[in-house]
């Protein structure tokens, strides 16, 4: 198969993940205002109880579901007992969730050792598929599925749902919504479980591409940054397109100037953010 | 009085290698002052600017390449120093450019990105920074023929430029820059009508910290004679930021006092567990949810609070003579 086709199916695969890993982000940056940099946390963590679940003989698709679980049930202890103590201060929150990546990233290493773990691929998602005469590799066309099917959810769950109606109007003004008698607070830590939810069943179903790392949720927590701050934060169409930006220019950029990549990632946000600081699909609201 | 307390706490710093006797104890000294300076660069914004930024390890990092590269390609210290300051001050040209986009979060999201992107080219672009491998230069300089090779010399020229540090730094806070910084920290909205330029007096404020962040780079490197991605991490900004907060931030005195512990704990713990970055973390939370106001005035508070709820309080209880006797 043709090098740019590799690329063009590996920058799809990566897009979706990241988009999984950053709707959570943004949500949780538009709704709570809060920079949550335990995500890329949430990502790695996830892989990890998924392997030790796999190693205990539970099948990948459970694994994967039940690992998000943890991680949902981790955020939100994360959310009840610390961030909520800090409402509004922002230095205090960075410092917290940097404090914890920090704690999560050496327990990892504790217990996982400093060895990366290759996760096996669903056995019925192995091999590849031909779509108009050409060979995709099923899993990787699996994941982008997952990621528009996602996509799609959360849409309906934002925009045709009385609980998606409540988190719109708390993200728009989470006062007013509290006086029409929505509890924002107990939409703060659904919003963020959901969220972590998200990030670890993204981190399992990465696995068998990114296998797990140390240094993995350091990896993935920029790459989010960089997505909410080019489609702007609590827009979920905001992160659909920038997740896709970045898994191209990532993909691309390590093919083609492996050097630089890093800088190929990040020259477009600064760009937009030169050009339209709040994002390309976000609202110039501040 | 507090000039001849300063200059008392001068004296008896000056004279720490006489009465350390280990060369590990004088090294750790270095460090604790090195890392000051980087901490008063970075309180510029995290205090008195209230911009939050977790970028700056990429400007220390930049200082400290450039030296690097410049001392293997044959230059002379002079020049090297020059080099590396100026190279650090266009960078922070860019960085304040780009980061003034965004206020209060926008600001930090914009550092962390700029900072690993630094990041990135050092552990990338192999043919400038030679990767993982970092970079190793050969020899500390001889300023006015005084070689720095010792650790003792290096203890006090680091001190020297501590000292510099210091008084730039107690000069600018008392000087109507700082007023205005500190004005844009409280009011920016009433500052920009007062007729300031909110957004240069920050720019300069970013340069400031940036200048001292690169000499302290520059310091790093001649310490080591090695500089690797490490110095440039997010967890080298996260730990500028700790020194700074746990000092108490906006005080002259806190980041270097801040500089010492994280300085201190970080010796300590490694000799005795491996997890530094849990300790470090661990650190960040208890201060974040115990002492939000930094250590210096956390424990003056805790002290008091402990002070208070011992001292005895005679009308809250009537206790009978009869059962004092008991116990």
Known sequence: MNLWLVLAINSVTLGGLLFLLSAGFSLIFGLMRIPNLTHGSFFMLGAYFAVSLMRWG????????????????????????????????????????????????????????????QVDTPRALRGSTSVLGLAFPTYRLFISLIAVVFAALLWALLERTRLGAMIRAGVDDPSMARVAGIRVSRLFTIVFGLGAWLAGFAGVIGGPILSVYPGLDQEMLPLALVVVILGGSGSLLGSLVGSFIVGFLYNFGQALFPEIAYVVLFLPMLIVLVLRPQGLFGRQTA | MRRLGLAAAFVVLAAVPFFVSSTYYVNVASQILLYAIFALGVNVLVGYAGLVTLGHAGLFGIAAYTAARMLNDGHGHLSVVTGAVTLTLV???????????????????????????????????????????????????????????SPAAFYWATLVVFAAALVTMAVFVASPFGASLRGTRDQPRRMNALGYHVWMIRFLAILFSAFWSGVAGILYLYYNQFVSPHAVALTASAEALLMVISGGTGTLLGPVVGAALVVIVKNVASAYIERWNFVLGAIFVAIVVCMPEGLVPGTVRLTRWVAASLRPRPAARVVSPGEEGGR
């Open chain 1, 58 to 117: 539970v099948d990948f698709w459970t694994a994967a579901i039940v690992s998000g679980l943890g991680v949902a049930a981790f955020g939100g202890l994360v959310e009840r007992l610390i961030l909520r103590r800090l409402p509004g201060a922002e230095l205090a929150q960075v410092l917290v969730t940097l404090g914890l990546s920090f704690m999560v990233a050496d327990v990892c290493l504790m217990v996982w050792t400093g060895d990366p773990v």
């Open chain 2, 91 to 149: 960078a922070a040209v860019v960085f304040a450019v780009l980061a003034l986009r965004g206020t209060g979060l926008g600001f930090v999201m914009i550092t962390v990105a700029l900072g690993q992107i630094v990041w990135g080219v050092a552990y990338r672009w192999l043919s400038i920074t030679n990767g993982d491998n970092g970079i190793t230069i050969k020899g500390r300089p001889s300023p006015f023929g005084l070689s720095l090779a």
